[in-house]
């Protein structure tokens, strides 16, 4: 005889798995380790390492293709309105919009001087000093996040809700290609010589 009892518990587990904050925080897992990256690079510029600038470079794309037009995107145009929608955590959200311009802003800095650098001017100490600053906004505005999400995961959001945006996000081919194309640029990061230096 079926226990249909497990069978709705194994069911509604894996409906879980499938949500727009559980797929948020894969992306925060991501995000970390390249927060990880960010400082480490940081620190070893300022220690003089050479660091070639086609990783430099990498660092900015990730952090325009993946962090700011995939996460942030997701988080502005669908999670943030869904839970406002319930007239729930808009404060919180109101500086989430803020706090994502203040990390726009660091990483348009990071991009302007590595340019100048490479355009042979002297520019290394503000490409380390934004990089150190962006790692640090990272840091805080996920831990931040990471809270928000247990509240609205577990005070707003119904399941039905979640399922839908992680389908959502899930939809469309090109941005779960770039994701995995984002996380292999990690990948090969976090084992370039610089990034192992102790």
Not at 30 to 55: A, H, M, N, W
Not at 118 to 143: C, M, W
Request: one cysteine or more; glycine letters at 2%; charged letters at 30%.
């Amino acid at each position: 005889m079926i226990d249909f009892r497990y069978t709705l518990n194994q069911h509604l587990l894996y409906l879980s798995y499938l949500s727009a904050t559980n797929q948020l925080r894969a992306d925060h897992d991501q995000v970390r380790r390249l927060e990880k990256i960010v400082l480490k690079c940081s620190e070893e510029l300022y220690k003089g390492t050479k660091i070639p600038f086609s990783d430099l470079t990498k660092i900015t794309m990730i952090i325009s293709e993946f962090i700011d037009s995939i996460h942030h995107s997701r988080e502005e145009d669908s999670y943030f309105p869904c839970v406002a929608s319930y007239d729930s955590l808009k404060e919180e959200i109101r500086k989430f919009m803020i706090e994502h311009e203040f990390g726009r802003n660091i990483a348009r800095q990071i991009s302007h001087h590595l340019k100048r650098w490479k355009e042979g001017e002297d520019a290394q100490e503000p490409v380390s000093r934004y990089l150190r600053t962006y790692a640090i906004f990272l840091n805080d505005h996920l831990t931040k996040e990471n809270k928000f999400f247990d509240d609205a995961e577990a005070n707003v959001l119904s399941q039905e809700e979640e399922i839908e945006m992680y389908e959502q996000y899930r939809s469309v081919f090109a941005i779960v290609k770039k994701v995995d194309e984002m996380i292999a640029e990690i990948d090969y990061l976090e084992n370039q010589p610089w990034a192992k230096l102790t």
